[in-house]
């Protein structure tokens, strides 16, 4: 069902029976058809409720991803296809779906191969061959790749395209400077702290990333920011204050669990969560507390040691 939620922006909720369960399209009016914001996952659940929502023969102009994870963009080819809509991804998008599509190809490993930078910050066993393969499992060739601080007409509105790494490295919000609409993706949600994770080495600190995002957004005069998952936004800065908070919070609670003599990073997520064992079940748990340790020791809060193959934290001084 659709919902209004600002001027001529409609909310369409999609839900599937697995991972988010839940995830905020956008429907986006506009005189050559609509552009439609983000799909949900490849689901018949999902499906079924695009088709009762936009019958077959709706004008379609285009089809935007805010950033290429799977509940974002898992229907981009079946929408492409029965709206004969092109789909529209940021190059960094592409790049990391690329960057997958191709480490999977190259993959020598099998399936009992444990995922090694989670193993060496003591984090769950996880199959580094399931992994790829969950990842790539959406892979597809988009039809035009869009830059940072461009001009993107969705629907009769202009909106500009905003980089904020954080919950990906390739996450973008889109906002419409004179309604003061901002499309938040995942960047902000209002009934949950969006998962900040890190996935390898590479990825740098995207804790810090996701700050600095934050103070990209919390600057523009937002009317209304609408999420990829969840309620609508009506205070931006209040709900971005909160959020800083909360990771605030987490990293004291971090500083506090290190034990005497170092502890990994899946040693001290299960103190965090009080969790008695640390099982795949809790990746977000685990993925959130190595970000913020990433953090406090870019911060010269924490430092690390390898010891026998495992990274250990200490608190410093
Ligand atoms: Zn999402």
């Not at 790049?95 to 480490?103: A, G, L, N, S, Y």
Request: proline content about 4%; overall charge negative.
């Amino acid at each position: 069902m659709l919902v209004q939620v600002a001027k001529g922006i409609h909310q369409l909720s999609i839900r599937f029976p697995f991972g988010m369960r839940q995830v905020n399209s956008y429907v986006i009016e506009g005189s050559k058809g609509v552009t439609i914001v983000d799909t949900g996952s490849c689901a018949e659940q999902s499906m079924d409720i695009w088709k009762s929502a936009l019958p077959m023969g709706t004008k379609v102009e285009k089809v935007l991803l805010t950033h290429a994870h799977t509940d974002h963009i898992g229907l981009a080819k079946w929408l492409r296809e029965r709206y004969d809509a092109p789909v529209l991804l940021s190059r960094l998008g592409y790049e990391e779906m690329q960057k997958f599509h191709t480490r999977l190809k190259e993959y020598k490993g099998d399936e009992s191969v444990d995922y090694p930078y989670f193993l060496q910050h003591g984090g769950p066993a996880i199959s580094e061959k399931a992994l790829l393969e969950q990842v790539d499992a959406d892979f597809f060739e988009p039809d035009e790749l869009l830059e940072d601080e461009q001009e993107i007409v969705l629907g009769d509105f202009l909106f500009e395209s905003i980089w904020t790494p954080g919950h990906s490295p390739d996450h973008f919000c889109f906002y419409d400077r004179s309604n003061g609409v901002l499309l938040a993706g995942d960047h902000v949600l209002n009934d949950i702290s969006p998962l900040i994770p890190i996935w390898s080495e590479e990825e740098g600190n995207p804790l810090r990333s996701y700050f600095q995002s934050l103070d990209k957004i919390v600057r523009l005069p937002v009317q209304i920011a609408l999420p990829g998952h969840g309620s609508m936004i009506q205070d931006l800065p209040a709900r971005v204050a909160e959020l800083r908070i909360g990771h605030e919070q987490r990293m004291q609670q971090i500083l506090e669990g290190v034990a005497a003599g170092g502890s990994t990073a899946g040693e001290i997520a299960k103190v965090v969560y009080g969790l008695e064992k640390l099982s795949i079940r809790h990746m977000a748990e685990f993925l959130m507390t190595l970000s913020r340790i990433l953090y406090l020791e870019s911060e010269g809060r924490l430092r690390a040691e390898k010891v026998e193959g495992k990274v250990r934290f200490h608190v410093m001084g």
